[in-house]
């Protein structure tokens, strides 16, 4: 866990240009988040951003059966990321592949520094991340999502996690990459945040970008998760607030 190096923020002049899709270099696809949505779970979240549909369930804490992945001290938060058969177009062979074994993983590590464990010992809690529809940046959709199903779950939390991601395509950074731009495009940064205390707990980088171009691509996606981090809690708030 690291906390941000920079804390500027792009002004207004990056909306000058517009990308295929006919957004503004710093604008988000459209998005939507739900809490509650499975009765069965513990807890569960819903979350829309552009073409991607993941849904997510939480189970526990619960005791931890598998004596050697338990811990005497703390819990475990165990997640599996999978991507439906159908969520793209050339259909996906079923079960884990090493893409989803890594991102699964990655998803564990960017959570757990926001959930108080030490007070669960020798317990586990289960994150399940279905990928309905895919359409770029399913890694941080299911991050966003995957926090609010474990406030929804009850349980204890520093902070909800967000995360989004930028780049460069065509030679410009932006935000929130579309799966062509995604492809195609020079630098993929994904980020993930809790936005209270500014701590990174998720931070990877694949392409090529120079220091300032870095640093840019780095402050749009903490913009763009702080939008994202408002709709988390009006998914909260509408679940429990009345």
Known sequence: MIT??????????????????GRASDELRPFKIEAGVLERADGSAYLELGGNKVMVAVYGPRELHIRRLMQPDRAVLR???????????????????RRSVEISKITSEALMPAVFLEKFPRSTIDVFIEVLEAEGGTRCAGITAASVALAD??????????????????GEVVLDLSEAEDKDGEADVPVAIMPRTGEVTLLQSDG????????????LAIEGCMKLSEAQKEAIIKRYGD
């Open 4 to 21: 941000i190096i920079t804390n500027k923020i792009l002004g207004k002049d990056s909306t000058s240009s517009k990308r295929a899709d």
């Open 79 to 97: 997640c599996r990321y999978n991507m439906a058969p159908f969520s793209v177009d050339d259909r996906k062979r079923p079960g884990p592949d």
């Open 153 to 170: 779950a009850g349980v204890p939390m520093r902070d909800l996690v967000v995360a989004c991601a930028a780049g460069k395509s065509e």
């Open 208 to 219: 090529n970008l120079t220091p300032e171009e870095f640093e840019k691509t780095l402050n």
